[in-house]
């Protein structure tokens, strides 16, 4: 076996080992992810956080796709897949602007 | 002791094809540094995850292994709630240098050079980067670290009894 070889399956294995062991941890509910989809102040569901969680998985995903296949460097990822990601936290962090905001102004009002 | 080591030696020689008692001659020593610095490296990798695996997954805080690297707050805040920010930060790291490495090796095999990242790429993980950080602007400016919201995601692992 070539060196350069061994060098390319051992770190392979040891990003996606490294990657699976966290999946798995956090699916056993090892890694703490309760509450990743709620409301920090009030504790409730929060769609923003849904739909950015969607999107940047399936971004995530398509881009994983896109650069095990490509040959010759990483691939630029496509623009919409940037635009989509970037309105996606846009957005969610546009949610949380504004729950902040309406926070501290009914704090005030109090 | 010694003996041992001399055939642990020799069993990895033998592995990396090198058969060192056929031919003193063609023994190279650069190419054993080589070889032991990737083996090394392998090792260290391995046991990377394996002391990851001890110290996270045990049910009981009792039962984990005192060396052991823990894991559970790995996306969660100092209240103990996952952070979403931290969680898509996460993701996005995974997801870039898997395929940096892969293209790596890749150019190595055709002796092509290291390839460069591209700008969106760039854009990608600034994307997520920035979001990480603007929300923690957002939670510091606003003191939501501290809310009392966050105490209605209890911290606890399955199992173990939540206790305020």
Known sequence: ?110 | MKTVWIYAALIVLTMLGLEPWKNWAAFDPGDFMQWSLALFLFALEMAFIFFIWLGTHPRQQNDRFPLGINLEKLISESDGAASFSRFQFLIFTFVVASGYVVQVFMALKSSAPVPDIPNGVLALIGISGGSYVVSKGIEKSTGDGNATGSQTTPSTLPGEVYKP
């Open chain 1, 1 to 110: 076996m070539d060196i350069v070889q061994f060098l390319r399956v051992s770190l392979l294995l040891f990003i996606s080992g490294l990657a699976g062991t966290v999946a798995i941890l956090m699916l056993f509910g090892r890694i703490r992810i309760a509450g990743v989809l709620r409301d920090k102040r009030t504790g409730v569901f929060s769609p923003a956080r849904l739909q950015s969680t969607v999107v940047t998985l399936a971004t995530a995903g398509t881009y994983l796709g896109l650069s095990i296949t490509h040959d010759g460097g990483l691939p630029d990822p496509p623009g919409e897949l940037i635009g989509a990601l970037g309105g996606s936290h846009a957005l969610y962090l546009g949610a949380k602007v504004l729950a902040a905001w309406r926070t501290r102004f009914t704090d005030k009002l109090i």
